[in-house]
């Protein structure tokens, strides 16, 4: 198992930026971030292999970046030109063995706590 302790949500008006951030307890080949509101499943936001191969969800290409640290056992997501339906709850998710980019959240098997996003019009 892998602890994840993410970090960096907020209130930011549309347009406005954020950055994420998600601490590991150990090194996971595939890591990736997951958002959900109120009333909605979980979707996957984007994800990232141990080479840096990168999957993003439509709704968020071209605005959102996601990057890891290796050394530091740190995932961030860079979010920018944020939109009110991008306010939720964001999770960070990680496969210690499994190398994958998937967006499905089945396929992930440690999870954070989350990290509130609300973004404002």
């Known amino acids: 198992q892998v602890q994840l302790v993410e970090s960096g949500g907020g209130s930011v008006q549309a347009g406005g930026s954020l950055r994420l951030s998600c601490a590991a307890s150990r090194y996971s080949n595939s890591m990736a971030w997951f958002r959900q509101s109120p009333g909605k499943s979980r979707e996957g936001v984007a994800s990232?292999?141990?080479?840096?191969?990168?999957n993003y969800a439509d709704s968020v290409k071209g605005r959102f970046d996601i990057s890891r640290d290796h050394a530091k056992n740190t995932l961030y997501l860079q979010m920018n030109s944020l939109k009110p339906d991008d306010t939720g709850m964001y999770y960070c998710?990680?496969?210690?063995?499994?190398?994958?980019?998937?967006?499905?959240?089945?396929?992930?098997?440690?999870w954070g706590q989350g990290t509130q996003v609300t973004v404002s019009s």
């Open positions: 990232i292999d141990h080479i840096g191969l990168t």
């Open positions: 998710a990680a496969s210690i063995d499994l190398i994958t980019r998937s967006l499905l959240p089945e396929r992930w098997g440690c």
